[in-house]
């Protein structure tokens, strides 16, 4: 028994290593979920200042309900004529009582790309944390995390091509700290 069980954590262990170097970053930041929605729930629920929440017009319902269900109060950022992520309205919405900006890296819908670097930015001025579902995006751009400045990121394995009832959180070791166990 403890011979299997030791080899399941090496099996388990190696796939941490080789998921967390897929999106650029250390083991110990990531976070094995059973998909995004619950990724985004753990977020939510744990997150230790609970406020507002900006989201936008594009956002997949698991990254809308976890937020409402959670207690946050939702803000809905719309959209631009050509279908991304209205970034002058976020900017004006933006408040020192948004704790939370989470916001699709691509959308799921229309395949629009959020401009990161600006999001994150108008997120930090005002200090919230950006997550970024980014179950679009992992399948088909390189996604390194650091690079984004994002705070946390989330993400499920059958849009890889994985398995049904996988998925990941990153999150700044900061933040996962102090986040208690949900």
């Not at 609970?50 to 959209?79: F, M, T, Y």
Request: charged share 20%; net charge negative; aromatic share 8%.
């Amino acid at each position: 028994v403890y011979t299997r069980s030791a080899e399941m954590t090496l099996g388990y262990e190696a796939a941490r290593r080789r998921v967390a170097a897929f999106i650029g970053v250390r083991e110990d930041e990531l976070v094995f979920t059973r998909g995004a929605t619950e990724a985004i729930n753990l977020v939510a629920y744990s997150w230790p200042q609970k406020g507002r929440v900006l989201l936008s017009a594009l956002e997949h319902h698991s990254n809308i309900v976890p937020w409402q269900l959670a207690g946050w109060q939702v803000d809905v950022c719309p959209l631009t004529a050509d279908g991304r992520i209205d970034l002058d309205a976020a900017e004006a919405m933006l408040t020192p009582e948004h704790a939370m900006v989470a916001f699709a890296h691509v959308s799921n819908v229309l395949g629009s790309m959020l401009d990161v670097p600006r999001a994150a930015a108008l997120a930090h001025r005002v200090g919230a944390k950006l997550l970024l579902d980014g179950c679009q995006a992992v399948p088909r751009l390189p996604v390194d995390v650091a690079a984004l400045d994002c705070d946390l990121y989330a993400f499920s394995a059958h849009k890889l091509y994985g398995p049904t009832g996988i998925g990941a959180l990153w999150a700044r070791p900061e933040h996962l700290a102090a986040m208690p166990p949900w």
